[in-house]
């Protein structure tokens, strides 16, 4: 099976970031409890995102590690050529607010647990509010057809990963799915159409389109799901309840 070079740069990248400040944080020790590290969750969701099986990629392709046989010369001057500045943000976007532990407590106001979260991973009350409304109406106990659960609807992996040990308490939630939205407004230089793209349909479907910012997304939406197209629309439409 051949993995796409975008992709396995990705993984390497976090495959170095998990090697360098994973240990004794939140992730690291939920990660270590389940078996499994941050690495494999990540690519995971990437396999995913490429239409594979994930779980018989890591049995198969990368036990024990990424091979030198993976390693093809166009791999190598692929990661020779992040510029050092995209490595360290990747790094640090593995890594932010990590060893902090999640906040707890169903019982907090919703805007409360909104503007906190807003105001430490720097995204907008209203956009977080129109995600909310978008995913499940402000419904916790929400579960989607997919497995998605609570107000930001995030998959089990996903929640894993980012540290969140309960998907159905809402300041975990909110926390973590904030922080996520915040990873892809990062990985795509504050486009938010193209970060909600991201959110909903995987980035790795989103960069093999060769998206990387809303007016390439506007051009390129109908090869995106129907699906994604009318997310976007209606968070959009939400975001206007909510102020800017």
Avoid: C, H
């Avoid at 990540?42 to 239409?51: A, P, V």
């Avoid at 018989?56 to 093809?72: A, I």
């Avoid at 166009?74 to 510029?83: A, R």
């Avoid at 969140?164 to 230089?189: C, E, H, K, M, W």
């Amino acid at each position: 099976m051949q993995i796409d070079p975008r992709t396995m740069g990705q993984l390497i990248k976090s495959q170095m970031a998990n090697s360098i400040d994973l240990q004794g944080t939140s992730v690291g020790t939920t990660s270590s409890d389940k078996g499994e590290s941050l690495f494999d969750i990540l690519l995971k969701e990437l396999m995913i995102s490429e239409g594979q099986d994930a779980e018989s990629t890591l049995r198969n392709e990368l036990q024990g590690g990424l091979t030198s046989e993976m390693m093809t010369e166009e791999m190598w001057q692929m990661l020779q050529s992040f510029e050092e500045t995209e490595l360290s943000g990747s790094i640090n976007m593995l890594d932010m607010n990590t060893s902090a532990s999640i906040p707890t407590g169903a019982g907090k106001d919703i805007d409360e647990l909104v503007s906190r979260a807003s105001q430490t991973y720097g995204v907008p009350e209203s956009l977080i509010k129109a995600v909310i409304e978008t995913e499940s109406s402000f419904n916790a106990s929400t579960v989607s057809s997919a497995g998605a659960k609570g107000l930001m609807q995030l998959m089990d992996g996903t929640a894993r990963g980012l540290g969140v040990s309960d998907s159905f308490d809402p300041a975990q939630n909110i926390d973590g799915g904030t922080r996520y939205l915040s990873y892809q407004l990062q990985r795509f230089n504050g486009n938010e159409k193209t970060a909600l793209a991201a959110y909903n349909a995987g980035p790795g479907r989103v960069q093999r389109l060769g998206i990387t910012n809303d007016q390439q997304l506007m051009e390129k939406l109908d090869l995106l799901p129907q699906e994604t197209q009318n997310y976007i629309r209606k968070i959009e439409l939400a975001r206007t309840k909510y102020g800017n």
